[in-house]
């Protein structure tokens, strides 16, 4: 694992664009891995910029996301369909055909988890997949659990997922409880990783998931094992590192 721990998390996020428009310069159709959420805002932003500055070309770039909630439509405003339009995809020049995510209203979610799978195998894999990681270590949402899910699978969120991702919601009710998510195993066979984390609250979970042991308890852990990973935290989050 290369960690970097840099100042704040503008810095963080520069530092992990960076590393994101590497790719895209290296490989034209490169093959993104994508995430929601908070920590991957200021990345996103930073890809814009570029691409305002004619520094990128998204156009043939393809990219897969980690997850989606279970039953929202894609022009549910927390759907993280509607996530990536607003902060990212509709700013930059990707075809609407090379961008893939999770159905969340597939109206077979067994169904609909072999697709995305079998998607993602069919575009070659992932190239670069940017993670970000949730207070109880979970990676895209491979929650706590006995074992490691595979492929994407629909799985149930937990209480401390439901109450972290309750503040985009008007309240915590309105949470979906299932999502679709890349399994462990679709994670682990990117060629390259990219953790970010920022801030105070995540600062034991990326300690366990950096240096405690590899466990099903703490699914980030499981990174330890990949061959290609950067970390990378603002001072806040990586106190402990
Ligand atoms: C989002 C995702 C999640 C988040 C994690 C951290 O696509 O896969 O694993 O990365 O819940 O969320 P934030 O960044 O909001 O703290």
Redesign the pocket.
């Known amino acids: 694992m290369k960690l970097i721990v840099v100042k704040d998390y503008e810095e963080m996020s520069c530092r992990a664009a960076r590393i994101i428009a590497a790719q895209v310069l290296k490989k034209s159709d490169s093959v993104l891995g994508?995430?929601?959420?908070?920590?991957?805002?200021g990345t996103y932003r930073c890809l814009i910029e570029f691409y305002r500055k004619k520094l990128l070309d998204f156009r043939t770039i393809k990219t897969v996301?980690?997850?989606e909630y279970h039953g929202l439509s894609q022009t549910h405003p927390q759907s993280?369909r509607f996530f990536m339009e607003e902060n990212f995809f509709q700013h930059v020049n990707l075809r609407t055909s090379n961008i893939h995510m999770p159905e969340g209203k597939a109206v077979d979610p067994e169904q609909e988890t072999v697709r995305y799978g079998k998607l993602i195998d069919s575009l070659g894999g992932i190239d670069l997949q940017m993670?970000?990681?949730?207070?109880n270590g979970?990676?895209?949402?491979?929650e706590p659990d006995d074992t490691f899910s595979r492929t994407v699978t629909c799985v149930e969120l937990t209480q401390s997922?439901i109450e972290?991702?309750s503040r985009f919601f008007e309240n915590t009710d309105d949470v979906p409880r299932r999502a679709y998510?890349m399994g462990i195993a679709t994670i682990m066979q990117a060629k390259e990783l990219l953790l970010?984390?920022?801030?105070a609250e995540?600062r034991e979970i990326i300690q366990q998931a950096v240096y405690g042991p590899i466990t099903t308890r703490v699914p980030a852990s499981v990174l330890q094992l990949h061959p290609n990973v950067t970390v990378i935290t603002d001072e806040s989050a990586g106190a402990l590192l």
């Open positions: 994508l995430a929601t959420g908070s920590t991957p805002i996301n980690l997850d993280f993670l970000g990681i949730g207070l979970h990676i895209g949402f491979n997922t972290a991702y998510t970010l984390a920022s801030g995540k």
